[in-house]
């Protein structure tokens, strides 16, 4: 069999039913033998960083690791940044990258290339992935491939980037297709756990906090009967913010350093803080820690060294979330738990007190506000794609996820231009269902290139474009620190009208400018005629909006900016 005629066999044989790519001469092998020996969806973007976070949106929908081939060279060195993007989120990718022929590499030559395009790629990405391999033997194909599987799925998932010349892709080979099983069981200590339970039994003021490691290890359901059984009330993480829907009458709110205030005050309040997946890295709890460190704290992950890291006197249970639920489950078969009313109560209070639509009082569209009404008339949509920005942490703080929304977002990269190619993805892996993109105009104009593969392949996604001419949370922090001086971040006039560029893709646009125009223009993106088809519409944000609340420098989470009063204050 064909080296490639195998790999693309492989893929179907794993489940993988779409993949993404930017043609090149390395890979056309590849591609050829996906195109003729399996029925595999090949998306061609139209630039190898899409074709990455692309995959990423697959990957997050689907549990399926992500696939995206280029080719050698600038090809390779494009999708780095949505390899980081995987590596940081905790999401399984396989990166396919074509090289030249193994008689045009320059090894240990101290030359600087070789071959056309030559480069060592996986030099470069070693840092960014849980593994990488260099093929330059042909009968190691089917063992390394699977065990590329293996390593991007146990544990915490993550990518993994496999680099093949040209000439090994069209060899001979006689492959065996074997499977590799992945091992998930850890032995959790009976005594901590025990403490953990009694603990939520005697806390008065329990918080779980969700975080991505809960999508990631795929036990969402596992997660729902904990928090039905416990009762436990629910602060996230900006990556777990689909963990729980937005009516949970357990969910609180999303934490960090933009997060609802009212969750951030609660976070500070907590006797009990358990962690579930989360890292609890510094856009979580603010650069002071020492005021969430006195309190019992179980810090439940798969990675040993992500626990007392930042936060230190954590109990650590260093296991997948699968057997922790399982384990838990097992040990609180008949142990009931009860959470004091005065709590949850108190929470609810709090969310009167600091309202998310009350942070701001902007001329024209206030964002929280529009994104409420976004969401609350969006249910046909199947998940939220934020980019980077002031309008991801609007959509964070006030979008009302329902149950089987996905949220996905680039968190650890924090990567502008991920959301397009990766609503792309996410509406492939959910079978071409609508998904809402939620861009700024910055990110809009880093793979706006990729409004053509949406037109190309038909696909029903609602670009939503927050458009303030500006680059919004640098500009505000100019403003903070810079005396307002606006080096390239302010375009003003300059700025694109974005409805007029969708329109020359051959995608419907419209642009709102007024609160009183929001209603009539979520309904259109909803209506019977356009629910199928992509659209685009552009929301006209005042460019002196702020992002709030923020944390106040060198305070704790609990203190943000502005320092304003509570409503019931005001009100007297």
């Given at each position: ?12 044989k794993?489940?993988i039913?779409?993949?993404f790519?930017?043609?090149g ?6 591609l050829?033998?996906?195109n ?19 995959a ?5 929908v ?12 600038p ?30 590499l ?38 390394i ?13 993550g ?13 001979q ?33 329990p ?10 290890s ?9 928090l ?13 913010l689909d ?36 890292r ?25 060294a ?19 639920f ?59 794609l934020?980019?980077?920005g002031?309008h ?5 703080q ?8 996905h ?33 700024g ?10 409004l053509q593969?949406i037109?190309?392949?038909?696909l ?25 001086r606006?080096?390239?971040t302010y ?5 694109p ?25 979520v ?21 002196h ?9 060198g305070r ?11 409503i ?5």
């Amino acid at each position: 069999m064909k080296v490639s005629d195998f790999i693309a066999e492989f893929l179907k044989k794993k489940g993988i039913q779409s993949i993404f790519e930017l043609s090149g001469g390395m890979i056309t092998h590849i591609l050829d033998s996906l195109n003729q020996k399996t029925d595999i969806n090949i998306i061609t973007m139209h630039h190898e960083q899409a074709a990455a976070f692309a995959a990423e949106g697959y990957a997050r929908v689907t549990g399926l690791p992500g696939i995206a081939l280029a080719t050698s060279g600038p090809g390779a060195t494009n999708l780095l940044t949505g390899i980081g993007s995987c590596y940081f989120d905790s999401t399984p990718a396989i990166f396919i990258t074509g090289q030249v022929n193994r008689h045009e590499l320059k090894g240990d030559r101290g030359i600087r290339q070789l071959g056309f395009q030559e480069t060592d790629i996986v030099s470069m990405a070693m840092p960014i992935t849980k593994a990488c391999f260099h093929i330059s033997e042909p009968n190691d194909i089917p063992a390394i491939f699977e065990k590329a599987f293996a390593i991007a799925l146990e544990g915490r998932p993550g990518p993994v980037l496999i680099d093949i010349p040209m000439d090994v892709q069209r060899i001979q080979i006689e492959p065996e297709f074997f499977q590799t099983d992945i091992i998930t069981e850890e032995a959790i200590d009976s005594i901590v756990l025990e403490n953990l339970i009694q603990d939520i039994k005697q806390a008065k003021r329990p918080l779980v906090l969700a975080g991505r490691g809960i999508k990631a290890s795929q036990c969402q359901k596992q997660f729902d009967l904990f928090l039905e059984q416990t009762k436990v009330p629910v602060i996230t993480t900006l990556l777990g913010l689909d963990t729980i829907p937005f009516n949970h009458m357990q969910r609180v709110g999303f934490i960090g350093s933009y997060g609802n205030r009212w969750a951030n005050i609660a976070f500070g309040e907590c006797d009990l803080l358990i962690v579930l997946g989360s890292r609890l890295d510094i856009r979580q709890t603010g650069a002071d820690t020492k005021f969430i460190e006195d309190r019992k704290i179980f810090h439940i992950d798969c990675e040993k060294a992500e626990i007392n890291n930042r936060v230190k006197g954590c109990k650590a249970i260093v296991t997948d979330l699968n057997v922790f639920f399982t384990k838990f489950q097992e040990c609180t078969a008949n142990v009931s738990f009860d959470l004091p009313n005065s709590w949850m109560n108190h929470i609810n209070d709090l969310k009167q007190t600091w309202p998310d639509t009350k942070e701001l009082t902007p001329k024209g569209i206030n964002p929280n506000v529009f994104m409420h009404s976004l969401s609350s008339q969006s249910k046909k949509a199947r998940a939220y794609l934020a980019d980077v920005g002031s309008h991801q942490m609007w959509a964070a703080q006030s979008l009302e996820l329902n149950k089987n929304q996905h949220f996905l977002t680039s968190g650890g990269m924090g990567a502008m231009g991920f959301s397009l190619p990766a609503g792309i993805g996410a509406s492939i892996a959910l079978n071409k269902e609508p998904v809402v993109v939620l861009i700024g105009d910055g990110c809009m104009q880093i793979n706006i290139q990729e409004l053509q593969t949406i037109v190309r392949n038909k696909l029903p996604v609602k670009i939503v474009v927050l458009n303030n001419k500006t680059l919004g949370m640098i500009r505000q922090f100019q403003d903070s620190y810079f005396e307002s001086r606006y080096q390239s971040t302010y375009w003003g006039y300059d700025a694109p009208d974005f409805a007029k560029v969708a329109i020359a893709y051959g995608i419907d646009a419209m642009t709102i400018e007024n609160p009183d125009e929001i209603t009539n223009a979520v309904e259109w993106l909803w209506n019977d005629d356009n629910c199928t088809k992509p659209q685009l519409l552009q929301v006209m944000i005042d460019p002196h909006t702020n992002t709030y609340p923020k944390i106040a420098f060198g305070r704790p989470i609990t203190e943000m900016e502005p320092f304003a009063k509570p409503i019931a204050m005001e009100a007297t």
